[in-house]
Nanobody, 118 residues
Framework: QVQLVESGGGLGQAGGSLSLSCAAPESVFKIASMAWYRQAPGKQRVLVARVTTGGTTVYADSVKGRFTISRDDAKSTVHLEMSRLKPEDTGVYFC????????????WGQGTQVTVSS
């Protein structure tokens, strides 16, 4: 079973910064696109940011210019640096690893809470 271990998050203030990290098994990390999703209360889980193995990044429009996703290949870890936080950034953030190996393989972390106060 693939385990993604998330850390960081917590309580932040509007305009402030928080960071998230997610460690994955090396065998998965080196071939997977890594991403962060957010699920706000009563809403569906949505993509926040993704980084491919080649370093290509994709961001939700709502976080462009404020959040930065990066991957540390040496530590098999993906980071999400969140700045200029807004109350609407509040939610449970899930780490995601995805790759294709005969079929789509998708793995999720347990989720970590981010709460931004106004």
């Amino acid at each position: 079973q693939v385990q993604l271990v998330e850390s960081g998050g917590g309580l932040g203030q509007a305009g402030g910064s928080l960071s998230l990290s997610c460690a994955a098994p090396e065998s998965v990390f080196k071939i997977a696109s890594m991403a962060w999703y957010r699920q706000a209360p009563g809403k569906q889980r949505v993509l926040v940011a993704r980084v491919t193995t080649g370093g290509t990044t994709v961001y939700a429009d709502s976080v462009k210019g404020r959040f930065t996703i990066s991957r540390d290949d040496a530590k098999s870890t993906v980071h999400l640096e969140m700045s200029r936080l807004k109350p609407e950034d509040t939610g449970v953030y899930f780490c995601n690893a995805a790759y294709w190996s005969g079929s789509d393989r998708v793995y999720w972390g347990q989720g970590t809470q981010v709460t931004v106060s106004s």
